[in-house]
């Protein structure tokens, strides 16, 4: 999950951009914190000097009218402890300075600014995170605290998260707008893989990606005439090379009977299949290769399979453990595909044992097994049977073919979003062909 989002593009902005702020931030609150420290320490000091003349001028206990004045047009709350710590006196609420912590106080302040305090008094904090005044006067221990309901330290930040929250959500879907050209372009790009050439990207605006926009149509105009170019020469090129071959043919058949005549038809049928197992790989490599799909039985494909084979039935071990299966495929290129590898499995499989062909279904897979039990495909042909024109070193001089069969099976399969595998051991060789049961 986490990948799915780190790779987006946007959220990659997302990232430098939060760690812009976070750094230009930090840059300014050290550079302002550097600049400011001596104004704040003399607001400090002043704020001192103001609690140390204020309590010098009080005569306690003698005077609490006027103090109580005092602390009520301040906004108060006082209270005195004597010197053993006990509670004196406090108005209108008493301050308890429990774990009390100085964080400034009139002497280091006096050495900084020269501001003289005609009492010592500190700023500091409580345990509860409450901040106090401390000023020592005559005997008493004097603690004051603002008499008003301060905001709690962490509803301080509220705002600023807020404002926070707004700028990312506008800064998302500003950032969205911003790249979708680059959405579009990916989603065009998938769809150009899809096999679809004719849809283009929607242009908006005249900037970079606008251009960009732009030169992926054009790329895609010229794939597709390149590719229409490529097809009408193989058509060309194996019409100009069927018409000699046909009247090699023709003048072939009108020879008297001699022992080399049917060894020349045999290679102009064979130069003949040549061109068109040719022209049938080209063609399924083409991305914009339809697919005609339609709801089928694995019953009946197996069964039209057997009678285009037109081989002895006994020659197979057919086992379809999903007879009613409904399947959506391109019938005529998954019959190709699977004769193609029937073929191969009586061609290379020993004779005296049966051509096993299995039909499982797994999940939202139906599977289409293959075996013959046959001499074992050598570990270094696995990597390149798949490949146009490979033919086994093992078998070259004793199977004729063109080494197009498995080339074309595999497109097949791909072309249906399936998997074409194969597994090959001393007692014989299976290939599987794994699709989807519905469309994909």
């Not at 010197?83 to 300075?97: A, E, F, M, Q, R």
């Not at 912590?101 to 003289?116: F, G, N, T, V, W």
């Not at 509803?155 to 600023?160: I, S």
Request: net charge neutral; with cysteine; glycine share 4%.
């Amino acid at each position: 999950m986490i990948k799915r989002f780190t790779g987006h593009l946007f959220y990659k902005i997302g990232l430098l951009v939060a760690l812009f702020f976070f750094v230009l931030s930090a840059v300014v609150f050290y550079v302002v914190e550097y600049y400011y420290t001596d104004l704040d320490t003399i607001f400090d000091a002043q704020e001192l000097y103001f609690y140390g003349d204020l309590l010098d001028d009080w005569e306690f206990p003698e005077d609490s009218l006027n103090i109580k004045k005092d602390i009520n047009n301040l906004r108060l709350n006082v209270t005195f402890y004597g010197t053993d710590s006990s509670l004196v006196w406090y108005y209108p609420k008493p301050v308890y300075p429990d774990g009390y912590l100085s964080y400034a106080d009139s002497d280091d302040l006096e050495k900084i600014h020269l501001i003289k305090n005609p009492l010592f008094v500190s700023h500091g904090s409580t345990d509860n995170d409450e901040f106090l005044t401390y000023v020592k006067k005559d005997s008493f221990h004097v603690f004051i605290s603002i008499n008003q309901n301060v905001a709690s330290e962490y509803t301080n930040y509220l705002p600023p998260l807020m404002v926070s929250i707004v700028f990312m959500i506008i800064f998302n879907l500003f950032i969205r707008r911003f790249l979708r050209p680059v959405k579009l372009m990916k989603k065009r790009i998938s769809l150009l893989a899809a096999g679809d050439m004719s849809s283009k990207i929607k242009i908006k605006g005249n900037d970079e990606l606008a251009d960009l926009s732009m030169s992926i149509n054009k790329m895609i105009r010229d794939i597709k005439t390149l590719l229409n170019q490529k097809q009408q020469l193989l058509l060309d090129v194996s019409h100009e090379l069927r018409s000699p071959l046909a009247r090699i043919r023709l003048l072939t058949e009108m020879l008297p009977e001699h022992k080399n005549r049917n060894k020349l038809v045999d290679e102009v049928v064979f130069l003949e299949g040549m061109i068109s197992n040719l022209l049938y790989s080209d063609k399924l490599s083409l991305p914009y290769t339809n697919v005609q799909y339609e709801n089928i039985k694995t019953k009946n494909l197996i069964t039209k399979i057997l009678d285009l084979i037109n081989v002895d039935l006994n020659r197979f071990d057919i086992n379809n453990t999903v007879p009613d299966l409904q399947i959506w495929v391109d019938e005529t290129k998954l019959i190709i595909a699977l004769r193609n590898l029937i073929d191969n499995a009586l061609k290379y499989g020993d004779p005296g044992q049966p051509v096993e062909i299995k039909v499982l279904q797994k999940k939202q897979l139906v599977i289409f097994k293959i075996t013959n039990y046959g001499n074992k495909i050598q570990s270094s042909d696995l990597n390149s049977i798949f490949k146009p024109f490979f033919r086994s070193q093992n078998n070259k001089n004793k199977v004729s073919g063109f080494g197009l069969g498995l080339t074309i099976c595999k497109k097949i399969v791909d072309s249906h979003m399936g998997k074409l595998s194969m597994t090959s051991t001393d007692s014989g060789t299976s290939f599987l062909i794994e699709i989807p049961i519905k469309k994909s």
